[in-house]
């Protein structure tokens, strides 16, 4: 059975970082892209990075481009979300999904989700 749990959330300063983690199981990462996803209150989810089921590409929303990072430990079926320079505007529930072809920006296309975990950036 896919499952993935994310962690790593928690309350940070503007211009401080996290590292949220997405741990997989059930699914080998070579099979699935991983897609990260926010969801601010009364606002709709929307992707903030991916990386292809082979791990050689990755991609970013344009308002964090630079800033955020991700990457995946293939032996540990780890897939990470490294976030730098956060803003109050970064403060959502980050999900994490798994999709069984490309990546895409669209959550609609993702097929597996995590509970999602939350990051507040607040001073």
């Known amino acids: 059975q896919l499952q993935l749990v994310e962690s790593g959330g928690g309350l940070v300063q503007p211009g401080g970082s996290l590292r949220l983690s997405c741990a997989a199981s059930g699914f080998t990462l070579d099979s699935y892209a991983i897609g990260w996803f926010r969801q601010a209150p009364g606002k709709e989810r929307e992707g903030v990075s991916c990386?292809?089921?082979?791990?050689?590409?990755?991609a970013y929303a344009d308002s964090v481009k630079g800033l955020f990072t991700i990457s995946r430990d293939s032996a540990k079926t780890m897939v990470y979300l490294q976030m730098n320079s956060l803003k109050p505007e970064d403060t959502a529930v980050y999900y994490c999904a798994a999709r069984s072809t490309s990546c895409s920006n669209s959550p609609q296309f993702f097929t597996s989700w995590g509970q999602g975990t939350q990051v507040t950036v607040s001073s």
């Open positions: 990386i292809s089921r082979g791990g050689s590409s990755t």
